[in-house]
Structure formats: structure tokens, C-alpha cells
């Protein structure tokens, strides 16, 4: 087994770029722009048309995308019985791979899974799903992601209750004692950056926001710039 663990350094602000709101006719060149504006990670979402109402894409995206991806690839699975399809992913090339705790069946098992192949394992929670379902789960985590919008569709307006539900995802990781990133997925650009950082989250994902904008390169860099003025709560 060929190990990819990626280590998320302490207290860094990392910026992923969601390909959803990508041109998929032109994803590589999509890539390296967002790569030269400094993408710490590419954010791929996986939808089955079952947990959320939407189809995305499969393995041999995240396989194609991986030969030409020069950033670890942040595998989100939307997708009922996840589980089945670990295995998959990581052998397309993911390097973070997350489950939605309401699709999971047996979260810990699959958490373990994920871990046992040599990638870091993250939790998502929905919109309406309480950060205290993480309680039991949270020492085997290696990232938390909040989900800002209801997952489905790129281009959401951000929920602003996802602010104060950062901070009690924070809560509930120290109270076991983990220090692990929190990552934030839906809505986020400019105008949200800095608050969604000061109340914990330290992975940005942003699509409409990125490759929305004329340079997609120029609003990668515009997006960290914006998280530059937060002031952790």
C-alpha cells in the first residue's frame, strides 16, 4: 500500500478549491490556475443522486484529475453507503476523503477504513445535524467539515448559523481532547472568510467564489487574503 497521508500544519489557513463550480471541459487548466493562485487543496465532490439530489462524478475523474493535480485531493463523498466505495476512492487517488455522518451506517468502522489505507479520515456533518454528533467519534478523526449549505448544488448563499455551529464543533473536539482542522464547505468567499476563520475552521472551501471569477488564479489569492484579518473568537 503506497502511503499519502497529508499533514495539515497547526494553526494554517488552507484554501480548497471545489471543481464543482469548475469548467469540466477544461478542469486541467482549471487546476493549475488555482494551483498558481496557491490552492492548498482541490476539493472534489462526489454525488450519487441518492443522498443528495444531484450527480456528480466518479473514479475515473478523481483518477484523470489526480495525474495532473499537483495538490492533494480532497475527496467529499455525498453518497449513501459510502463505505462500499473507500476503497475506490483512495485507489483513484484521494489523499482526505470524508463521509457524511447521516450516510454512514457505522461511522467508526468506516472512519478506521479510511485511516487503514493511509488517508486522512474526515466527518461531515449537514446543515441540520448537531455538532454534538461528532462526541463519539471525534478522537479517530484527522478533520471535521462543516457543511454552510444544504449539499446537492455549488453556488449556495451561505447559512449564517454556520458561524456560531464552527465554534460548537470546536467545543465538542476539545472536550475530547482533539485538535484537529475543521473545514468548511458551501458559500464561502470574500465577505465570510474572516469570520468563518475566527470561529475555528482552518480548511476554506470555496467553488462559485474561485472559479466563478474572471481569474480564477487572482481570486484564489483574493480568498486567503481575506481570511488574513480574522481574530479567533
Known sequence: MTQR?????PGTIQIAASILSADFAELGRDIAAVERGGADLIHIDVMD???????????????AIKRVATRPLDVHLMI???????????GAGADLLSVHVEAARHLHRTIAHIKSRGVLAG????????????????????????MSVNPGFGGQEFIPQSVEK????????????????????GGIDHANAADVVA????????GNAIFGAADPEAATRALRAACGSATRA
Open 49 to 63: 443522486g441518492h443522498f443528495v439530489p444531484n450527480i456528480t462524478i466518479g473514479t475515473p475523474v478523481v483518477r
Open 123 to 146: 466527518a461531515v456533518l449537514n446543515p441540520s445535524t448537531p455538532a454534538s454528533a461528532l462526541e463519539e467519534i471525534a478522537g479517530e478523526l484527522d478533520f471535521v467539515l462543516v
Open 80 to 90: 449513501e453507503q459510502p463505505e462500499r466505495y473507500v476503497d475506490d476512492f483512495v
Open 199 to 206: 470561529a475555528g475552521a482552518t480548511i476554506l472551501v470555496a
Open 5 to 9: 497521508t497529508v499533514a495539515v500544519p
Open 166 to 185: 464552527l465554534r460548537r464543533v470546536r467545543e465538542v473536539l476539545a472536550r475530547g481532547g482533539c485538535s484537529v482542522p475543521i473545514e468548511i464547505d
